[in-house]
C-alpha cells in the first residue's frame, strides 16, 4: 500500500465515522443496550480477516492464529447478534 | 470474482448502516440487528470465494466452534448478567483484531516475496495496540461486573506515571517497527504491553463506573476492527469498526453528561476515591432520623393515590427484582393508578441497562421515561418508589457545592408529595456519600431485598 492507497482508507474511515455519529444520536436511550451488543456483534466484521488468514493452505503460524481469529470473531458476531435479538423481542409497546 | 467481492462488501456495508438505522426505533429494531446479521453473513460467504482461501477444513471447524460458544453464550446469559456479555463479546473482538494483525505481520514477515511498507506497518501497530487493550481491558472489565474482580476503585502505586510510561514506550516501538519491521521481538513486546495497559488502565475504574467503561471498550472494539481493516486494505472493515467506534464514543459521552464528569476523571478512577473503600463510618450520625414504613403501611398509602412513579436502580438488577417490579405496576394499575418509570441514564452497570431488565419483565416501553421528559413531573407525582438506586436520586447534587456529586443531573424526586426509598440499608451508594434525601420529611424508608420487598408490597396491596 502506497501513502495514497492509505489516504483513500483514512477518507472512509473518517466519513464513515461522521455517518457513524449521524445515526447513532438517533438511537432512544431505552435501546441504549441493543445498540451496544449489536453494534459489538458488527465489529465481529475482523471475521473477514481472519477467513483470509485461516485459508492460506498450509499450517503456519500465521494459519493457525488465523483459526483462533475466526473462533473469536465467531463467538463475537453470533453471540452479538443473537443476544440482541432476544432483547429486541422483548421490547413491546402496551 | 474480485469485482463481486467489492461490490458484495458494498452490499454488506449498507446492511451495517441501515440496521444501525432502523434502531432508532424499537419498533424496527430488531429488523435493523437482523439486516446487520445478513450484512455479516454476506461478508462472510463472499470471503470464503476470494482466491487467497485455499483451504476449509480449519475455517469450517473455527465457525462452528465459534458459533456454538456464541449461541450458548446469547441463550444462556439471563438479562441482569447482560453488561458482563457485552464486556466478553468485546474482549474477543478486540482479541481477534489482534490475532489477524499479528497474523498478517507474521504472513508478511515469512514470505519473501512481499515486503512491509509504512503505511501497513504502522496500521498493524495500532490494530495490535487497541486490540490488546480491548482485549484485556474487556477481560477485567467482564471480571468486575462478573465479581470475579473487586468492584472497588483500584490504586497501585505510581498508577499515572506508569501508564504514561508504558504508552510511550509502546509508541517508541512502534515508531522503531516501522522503521525496522523484521524485529518480531518488538513487535510482540508491543502485544504484550499493550495487553499489560488494558489491565491496568480498567482495573481502577470502580463497579457503578462501569457504563463508561463498557461503553469505552465497545469504541474501541470498532477502532481495532477499522485498524484491522486498514492492515488488510478493506473498506468494509474501516466503514463497519467506524460505525460501531461513533457509537462507542457517543454512549461515553452520555454516561459522562450523566455523572457531570470528563472522561479523564471517569478513566484516571478519581471520583470515588473519596469514599469507597467502604462506608463512610460515621454515616449514622445524621441531622434527622429516616422514617421507615412497613409493607402493610405502604399498601394502604398506595390505596389512595392516583400516580406512581418507579426509580429502578442497580439494586433492582442485583435484586433480580424485575418481574416483582412489574406485578407491582399491575396491581397498582388496576386500582387506576398512573404508573410510570423514570430512567436515570447511568441507572445500572450498562447504557439501557434498566430498560432491558424491564422489557424483560414486559414492563411496555412507552411507560418507561428519560430524565428529561420526567423530572418536570414529579411536583405533580403523588409517590415515587426508588428501588435499589442511590446517588442519582440525591438532591445534594442541586446544592450541595462541596460533594462529590455536585453538578451531576438527578431525578428529581424529592418534590414529589411522597418518595418511598427501598434499600437493605441507609449505607452509602456508590459515591460514597450519605444521601439526604433518606431524611427528608416526605421521604419514608421501606427496608429489605428489592425482590422480596416488592413481592410483599404486591400481596398486601392484593389483600386490601
Redesign the interface.
Known amino acids: ?3 495514497y ?2 489516504l483513500m ?1 483514512v477518507y ?2 473518517v466519513l ?6 449521524e ?35 498450509e ?5 493457525i ?30 | 470474482m474480485e469485482i463481486v467481492s467489492y461490490l458484495v462488501y458494498l452490499i454488506a456495508s449498507i446492511c451495517f448502516i441501515f440496521g444501525i438505522k432502523k434502531l432508532s426505533s424499537p419498533k424496527t429494531a430488531r429488523q435493523g440487528n437482523q439486516l446487520a446479521a445478513l450484512g455479516m453473513l454476506l461478508a462472510i460467504i463472499v470471503t470464503l470465494f476470494d482466491q487467497r482461501v485455499l483451504t476449509f477444513e480449519y475455517i469450517i471447524l473455527g465457525i462452528v466452534i465459534g458459533s456454538l460458544i456464541g449461541a450458548v453464550f446469547a441463550l444462556k446469559v439471563q438479562m441482569t448478567g447482560m453488561p458482563q456479555m457485552v464486556g466478553l463479546l468485546n474482549g474477543f473482538g478486540g482479541g481477534a483484531s489482534v490475532l489477524v494483525g499479528f497474523a498478517e505481520y507474521d504472513r508478511i514477515f515469512v514470505t519473501p516475496t512481499i515486503m512491509f511498507d509504512e503505511p501497513t506497518t504502522i496500521s498493524i501497530v495500532l490494530s495490535l495496540l487497541i486490540g490488546s487493550i480491548t482485549f484485556t481491558g474487556s477481560l477485567i472489565a467482564f471480571g468486575k461486573l462478573q465479581g470475579i474482580v473487586t468492584g472497588k476503585v483500584v490504586k497501585y502505586p505510581l498508577q499515572h506515571p506508569l501508564n504514561a510510561l508504558l504508552l510511550v514506550a509502546v509508541f517508541a516501538a512502534g515508531v522503531f517497527v516501522v522503521i525496522q519491521p523484521y524485529e518480531i521481538e518488538i513487535i510482540i513486546g508491543i502485544i504484550g504491553v499493550s495487553l499489560l495497559l488494558g489491565v491496568l488502565l480498567v482495573l481502577p475504574i470502580g463497579g457503578a463506573d462501569m457504563p463508561v467503561a463498557i461503553s469505552l471498550l465497545n469504541s474501541y472494539s470498532g477502532l481495532a476492527a477499522s485498524m484491522t481493516g486498514f492492515v488488510l486494505n478493506n473498506k468494509m472493515l474501516i466503514i463497519a469498526g467506524a460505525l460501531v467506534g461513533a457509537s462507542g464514543i457517543i454512549l461515553t459521552i452520555i454516561m459522562c453528561k450523566g455523572m457531570n464528569r470528563s472522561l479523564m476523571n471517569v478513566v484516571l478512577g478519581g471520583w470515588a476515591s473519596a469514599g469507597a473503600e467502604g462506608p463512610a463510618a460515621d454515616s449514622k450520625a445524621h441531622k434527622g432520623t429516616a422514617k421507615a414504613i412497613d409493607s402493610e403501611e405502604l399498601a394502604m398509602l398506595l390505596d389512595s393515590v392516583s400516580s406512581v412513579v418507579i426509580v429502578p436502580g442497580y439494586g433492582m438488577a442485583v435484586g433480580q427484582a424485575q418481574h416483582a417490579v412489574r406485578d407491582l405496576m399491575n396491581v397498582l394499575e388496576k386500582k387506576n393508578i398512573k404508573v410510570r418509570f423514570a430512567i436515570h441514564p447511568v441507572a445500572g452497570r450498562m447504557p439501557g441497562h434498566m430498560n432491558v431488565l424491564l422489557a424483560e419483565a414486559q414492563v411496555p416501553y412507552d411507560k418507561l421515561l428519560a430524565m428529561e421528559d420526567i423530572n418536570d413531573d414529579f411536583p405533580n407525582t403523588d409517590v415515587v418508589i426508588v428501588i435499589g438506586a442511590n446517588d442519582v436520586v440525591n438532591p445534594a447534587a442541586r446544592h450541595d457545592q462541596s460533594s462529590p456529586i455536585y453538578g451531576m443531573p438527578i431525578l428529581n424526586v424529592d418534590y414529589a408529595k411522597t418518595v418511598i426509598i427501598n434499600k437493605r440499608s441507609l449505607n452509602v451508594g456508590y459515591a460514597g456519600i450519605d444521601n439526604e434525601l433518606f431524611f427528608y420529611p416526605n421521604a419514608l424508608m421501606y427496608f429489605g431485598d428489592s425482590k422480596e420487598a416488592m413481592s410483599k408490597l404486591v400481596s398486601e396491596i392484593k389483600a386490601l
Open positions: 500500500m502506497d501513502i492507497g492509505l482508507l472512509v474511515f464513515a465515522i461522521f455517518v457513524g455519529f445515526l447513532i444520536t438517533k438511537v432512544p436511550p431505552t435501546l441504549h443496550t441493543p445498540l451496544m451488543s449489536g453494534s459489538n456483534a458488527i465489529s465481529g466484521i475482523t471475521v473477514v480477516g481472519a477467513l483470509l488468514s485461516a485459508g492460506a493452505g499450517l503456519t503460524i500465521s494459519t492464529l488465523g483459526i483462533v481469529a475466526i473462533v473469536f470473531a465467531m463467538i463475537n458476531v453470533v453471540g452479538g447478534f443473537l443476544v440482541t435479538d432476544r432483547m429486541l423481542k422483548m421490547f413491546k409497546k402496551k
